[in-house]
């Protein structure tokens, strides 16, 4: 079983992190949440990043606000792929300082970036990423997405 790595600058920063956990769940995706800041614990950082494909992991969700170093650390770090959260935080200039920091990667280290407070993108993403080698996954996006459409077709019938 694929399990997804999600994780976060500070604890500030659950409630939108908590879109892609409970999306991923939704998925019957194994999640593991943890509070790694890049700036208060770099050494829990580095052991994190240069483990988390030891410990299971398919793929690392992470959520940074402010400076948003979490994320490209990471992925600078782990040969898996990375998906970025830009939190829009107390500290940050309006959010963008937060997207920036993570979209603006140097080539040889790809960080996938979702939009500002877009954690419920990442935790599909990153399903689909899982999809892509596990068909029980796949099968459970095709579902999801089948749902997606009906929907938007039930609210096109009730504008009639």
Known sequence: MSKVGVIMGS?????????A????????IEVEVDIVSAHRTPEKLFDYGKNAHTRGFSVIIAGAGGAAHLPGMIASLSPLPVIGVPVKSSNSIDGWDSVLSILQMPGGVPVATVALNGAKNAGILAAQ???ASDKKVLNTIVAYKEELKIKVNESAKDLK
């Open 129 to 131: 990423i899982i999809g």
């Open 21 to 28: 956990i409970d999306i991923l769940k939704s998925f019957n």
């Open 11 to 19: 604890k500030s920063d659950l409630p939108v992190m908590q879109d």
